[in-house]
């Protein structure tokens, strides 16, 4: 994600929101919860590609989900991995779906099972805190892996 200061959003339409998604991602990131450099690839039904977020898609799509009841799952621009099944996104790496992860990863202690693989961004966190001691993922699919 592009680093964007408080100054340069100061006053901008809908600034405080995307000053929202950009706290949301450093508080996910507190916790080991960051994006996993995984390739864009394709296999069987599943896909994972990039996708970028401008500033104008972060006005139309914060202003949408305004108007759906789900202003606090915002996002800010950037560039993000996502994780399709036949078209149909499974997962991304943005700041409001990292953000939704915490408290999964904070209460993780001892042996984890963890359903289903997505982009691997909770596998990572809980590899590497030290309260877990080990993690067992069960994904239905083969192509994810």
Known sequence: MPNITERELSGRPGSSHIRHAIIR??????QGIRKVDIPP???GNWQVDRFTV????????NLRML???????VIAPGTY???????????????AELHDLRRIVSEAHG????????LGVV????????????????????DVF
Do not use: W, Y
């Not at 991602?25 to 507190?30: F, I, S, V, Y």
């Not at 036949?86 to 700041?95: A, E, I, R, Y």
């Open 41 to 43: 690839g394709k296999s």
């Open 25 to 30: 991602q450093e508080m996910a990131k507190e």
């Open 54 to 61: 401008t500033e104008e898609d972060v006005k139309l799509e």
């Open 123 to 142: 596998v990572q966190a809980l590899a590497e805190k030290p309260e877990v001691k080990s993690v067992l993922v069960i994904e239905k699919s083969e």
């Open 81 to 95: 991995s996502r994780l399709s099944r036949g078209g149909t996104v499974v997962m991304t790496d943005t700041p």
């Open 111 to 118: 042996h984890v099972l963890v359903a289903g693989l997505g």
């Open 67 to 73: 108007f759906n009841g789900s202003g606090s799952r």
